[in-house]
């Protein structure tokens, strides 16, 4: 069955250095997301992606994130500048048309 | 009002019981709804996508009411492994994203 492959499954990193969170969608779904939970608390969108732009962002998705699908495969989230708070699970997810999403298994950022 | 809204539970069930969720959404023209599954630090897993008509898969059954915005999942027959958080799904309308609820935890004991 297709996935959604998401790497690293976990990255440290310190408060203020820039993570690249990288994924590679399934490879005939045009429609790509970035969504976020921390422990104990719900699944929180980000930002959604098609036909190589944004089409949409959260409140959450400030001038410290971008997005960026650089080759017809990765899709990649990037935090310019880390905070303790952005500290989650981040999952990629993708889908072809009407289904549902399908998600990678995530990387958890821990910032310390 | 929440985009979406479920009782966050936690259910706690014996094996063999029947247990129903209940979500309910504040866009009446949302369009596409879904109930997924997430196990403790994993990804969320579609579990089902649910019909105008109502659909089943084999001991899930999903409803769906529009004219009070709200979606059901019932589980019969639980089982342990059914021991998750379920989450309600429904796109925001004019575009198809997906915005989740807080999720339902259930728990199947013995």
């Known amino acids: 069955e297709p996935e959604v492959t998401q790497t690293p499954s976990h990255q440290v990193t310190q408060m203020g250095q820039e993570v690249i969170l990288r994924c590679v969608p399934i490879s005939n779904h045009l429609y790509f997301y970035w969504y976020r939970q921390i422990l104990g608390q719900k699944v929180e969108f980000l930002v959604s992606?098609?036909?190589?732009?944004?089409?949409?962002k959260s409140e959450i998705f400030d001038d410290q994130f971008s997005v960026e699908r650089p080759d017809g495969s990765n899709f990649t989230l990037k935090i310019r500048s880390t905070k303790l708070e952005d500290s989650a699970m981040y999952f990629c997810?993708?889908?072809?048309?009407?289904?549902?999403?399908?998600f990678g298994s995530g990387t958890r950022l821990t910032v310390v | 009002r929440k985009e979406v809204e479920q009782d966050p539970g936690p259910f706690n069930v014996p094996e063999g019981a029947t247990v129903a969720f209940n979500c309910t959404y504040s866009n009446s023209a949302s369009q596409s709804f879904f109930w997924y599954r997430q196990d403790c630090r994993k990804e969320p897993k579609l579990l089902m996508s649910?019909?105008?008509s109502g659909n089943e898969d084999g001991r899930f059954t999903a409803q769906l009411n529009r004219a009070s915005q709200y979606i059901s999942l019932l589980i019969r027959d639980s089982k342990l492994s059914d021991s998750a958080t379920y989450l309600c799904?429904?796109?925001?309308?004019?575009?198809?994203?997906?915005?989740f609820g807080a999720g339902t935890r259930l728990t199947v004991k013995p």
């Open positions: 992606f098609y036909n190589n732009e944004i089409s949409e």
């Open positions: 799904v429904v796109n925001r309308a004019n575009n198809n994203d997906m915005r």
């Open positions: 649910v019909y105008s």
């Open positions: 997810a993708s889908r072809q048309g009407s289904d549902g999403y399908t």
